[in-house]
T-cell receptor
Framework: NAGVTQTPKFQVLKTGQSMTLQCAQD?????MYWYRQDPGMGLRLIYY???????DKGEVPNGYNVSRLNKREFSLRLESAAPSQTSVYFC???????????FGDGTRLSIL | AQSVTQLDSHVSVSEGTPVLLRCNYS??????LFWYVQHPNKGLQLLLK??????LVKGINGFEAEFKKSETSFHLTKPSAHMSDAAEYFC???????????FGAGTRLFVKA
């Protein structure tokens, strides 16, 4: 089925560990996004990639890095995980609009 | 600066009755406005978007929203609720053409049989 695929779906880390969240879309979309969702706060944009080869900071980029590996894939890396990064992370993509159209089902990340 | 306020954290309706989810926004620029729906343990789905064309916007699943500049509002409505509409709904504002989005805190919709 066409869509946005995120891996893993669940992960538990210890403080200080590193991890990369993977995202891939098969709709040939130009733009991709990473959000985090925390209770009562809606979604907050971490980073986005307007097109292959470009990335830009969103609202809450500190503690994260991203890589737009190719048109399909956009990964999010936590270099040294902190408990404040416990959240649900969503990847999204869009084609000709500058807002996310399709979302993955999320990665639930807990940092102890 | 942009901001968005969803006026109700939760709304409860009976099946077959109208739905109203309220959203007010603040924007220094000509805004684009969106509504998304999120079902449990799922990603968000785009319901509808306003980008300075018609002020009454029709979306999927019978939802629509009206952009009222004088009231800085973008309320979401549906004439008749269905059990499958039970979900969380997010109002979103961004500068037209910009990638940076501001999400509201969400409104949880409960539908009673």
């Amino acid at each position: 089925n066409a869509g946005v695929t995120q891996t893993p779906k669940f992960q538990v880390l210890k403080t200080g560990q590193s991890m990369t969240l993977q995202c891939a879309q098969d709709m040939n979309h130009n733009s991709m996004y990473w959000y985090r969702q925390d209770p009562g706060m809606g979604l907050r944009l971490i980073y986005y990639s307007a097109s292959e080869g470009t990335t830009d900071k969103g609202e809450v980029p500190n503690g994260y890095n991203v890589s737009r590996l190719n048109k399909r894939e956009f990964s999010l890396r936590l270099e040294s995980a902190a408990p404040s990064q416990t959240s649900v992370y969503f990847c999204a993509s869009s084609d000709y609009i500058t807002q996310p159209q399709h979302f993955g089902d999320g990665t639930r990340l807990s940092i102890l | 600066a942009q901001s968005v306020t969803q006026l109700d954290s939760h709304v409860s309706v009976s099946e077959g009755t109208p739905v109203l989810l309220r959203c007010n926004y603040s924007s220094s620029y000509s805004p684009s406005l969106f509504w998304y729906v999120q079902h449990p343990n799922k990603g968000l789905q785009l319901l509808l978007k306003y980008t300075s064309a018609a002020t009454l916007v029709k979306g999927i699943n019978g939802f629509e929203a009206e952009f009222k500049k004088s009231e800085t509002s973008f309320h979401l409505t549906k004439p008749s609720a269905h059990m499958s509409d039970a979900a969380e709904y997010f109002c979103v504002v961004s500068e037209t053409g910009g990638f940076k989005t501001i999400f509201g805190a969400g409104t949880r919709l409960f539908v009673k049989a």
